[in-house]
């Protein structure tokens, strides 16, 4: 081998050798990062109000327990379009019609097993007009409905505000780079990487609410306070130092 090729070859390796050089200098360069989680929380007015509703009937008969139904959420539907409700703002979210068995006594001695059958209809209403939730709980219930199974106080589009949250979120996730890297003598380059680690949001629901009778032949209305809904958002980030 000439000693002009062993030069040139020489000359390879020692290149090669400085570009591992600057890769490893630039991974460990890459290393010098800070991760941080930042939090948001924004609070806000609803603006729509849904509630569900249902109308149950018992029966021993199939056809008794379903007729019943359909005469009483007829009714409902009444009392809410009369009340100014339209279409587009009531819906039938489910109907089931299932049976069950139930020991009854004869006498004071025996006992038979009786086939019931159940009818339950629920219907969602939603309205701009929080403040007459409880008027139109009031006719529904007067009018056949015998259980509440939620008030929903929402945003009719919380787009916005999850993404104010996400940008505060950000902020924050640099504040604390920022409180971090000084703590250390330290100061932030720039950002290196972020992720969303999670975007919520959750109206405010009341639930769970059951209607005694005294609720149903009540004459005052029936009170309903809507609260905030809230809007959360995290997210994940590395700076550079």
């Not at 948001?40 to 109000?49: G, R």
């Not at 038979?112 to 219930?141: C, M, P, R, S």
């Not at 380059?189 to 609410?209: D, G």
Request: with cysteine.
């Amino acid at each position: 081998m000439s000693i002009k090729k062993m030069y040139y070859i020489f000359c390879y390796l020692v290149v090669m050798a400085l570009l591992f050089n600057i890769a490893v200098c630039a991974a460990v360069e890459e290393q010098r990062t800070i991760q941080t989680y930042g939090e948001a929380e924004i609070t806000a007015q609803p603006d729509l109000v849904k509630i569900s509703i249902s109308i149950e009937t018992h029966s021993k008969s199939a056809n008794e327990a379903a007729e019943e139904n359909a005469r009483l959420a007829n009714s409902v539907l009444k009392e809410l379009y009369e009340f100014g409700l339209l279409e587009e703002n009531i819906k039938t979210s489910s109907y089931r019609l299932n049976s069950y068995r139930k020991w009854e006594k004869e006498d004071s001695q025996n006992e038979q097993e009786q086939v019931y059958f159940q009818a339950v209809n629920e219907i969602i209403i939603q309205t701009i007009q929080l403040d007459k939730a409880g008027n139109i709980i009031d006719l529904a219930v007067k009018a056949g409905a015998n259980n509440i199974n939620y008030i929903n106080f929402e945003l009719k589009d919380p787009t916005a505000l999850m993404l104010q949250a996400l940008t505060m979120a950000t902020e924050h996730a640099r504040q604390k780079a920022d409180a971090i890297a000084r703590g250390a003598g330290l100061t932030i380059k720039q950002l290196f990487n972020v992720r969303e680690e999670r975007t919520s949001y959750a109206p405010y629901r009341s639930q769970n609410t059951m209607l005694s009778r005294e609720m149903v032949l009540g004459t005052a209305p029936t009170p309903i306070s809507p609260d905030e809904v809230i809007i959360r958002a995290t997210v994940v980030a590395e700076f550079t130092f």
